[in-house]
């Protein structure tokens, strides 16, 4: 019979992984965060039910890693409903978010325009590449709505390309309520003056 002294206690279960996973489950449910915290809860729990499944004495908390799990699945779909509720909002955001772009845009050639006419004795330029080294950049010639240069590189230099339509012939500090540019995209236009009028405004003469 062996000596009760030399007997090793049997070692504590284990439930660090269980409790890991029902954490997890929780904050994720709480920040609605179930990418990044509601897959591990999901992973851990998993991992904590098979091996209490398979070595019980050494490993509990079963019931905790099924928490953890049925919170880990439940926040990936909280996850998935708040984005597709959010999808309009986030659409909209993005359509004001060119919409000004565009309109910074029109204030920009307004600037270059109006440059131009002041170096040459008020004189309107007939074409981009006149006015477009007093812009800087070429991209202010590009409406960000326009798909057809969107994911097209485009010299930075190169003011022959634009998005925009340009009536600067006849344009004048003496007209100064006559558009020189209008965005197709927005139905937003410059006039000579340099202001941009959106589409439901109508230029003062």
Do not use: W
């Not at 206690?9 to 965060?33: D, E, M, T």
């Not at 990418?35 to 019980?56: D, E, S």
């Not at 950049?137 to 925009?164: M, V």
């Amino acid at each position: 019979m062996a000596d009760p002294r030399t007997l090793k206690p049997n070692p504590k279960p284990r439930i660090a992984l269980a409790i890991v996973s029902l954490v997890l489950g929780i904050v994720s449910v709480l920040f609605c965060i179930g990418i990044l915290t509601g897959i591990p809860a999901i992973i851990t729990g998993h991992v904590a039910r098979r091996k209490v499944r398979m070595n019980p004495t050494g490993y509990r908390g079963a019931r905790l890693g099924m928490a953890g799990l049925a919170l880990g699945y439940f926040s990936l779909v909280q996850t998935i409903l708040l984005v597709i509720a959010l999808q309009p909002a986030l659409g909209k955001a993005k359509v004001q978010m060119e919409y000004f772009h565009c309109a910074n845009n029109l204030r920009q050639i307004g600037m270059a325009v109006q440059i131009y006419a002041t170096v040459n004795d008020g004189v309107f330029p007939r074409t981009a590449d006149q006015f477009g080294p007093h812009m800087g950049f070429s991209t202010f010639l590009i409406c960000p709505a326009d798909a057809g240069y969107r994911n097209r590189k485009i010299d930075s230099k190169d003011f022959s390309q634009t998005s925009y339509i340009f009536t600067l012939s006849g344009a004048s500090p003496a007209t100064p309520a006559e558009v020189i540019v209008q965005c197709p995209f927005h139905n937003m236009t410059l006039t000579a003056d340099g202001a941009v009028h959106r589409p439901d405004e109508t230029p003062q003469p």
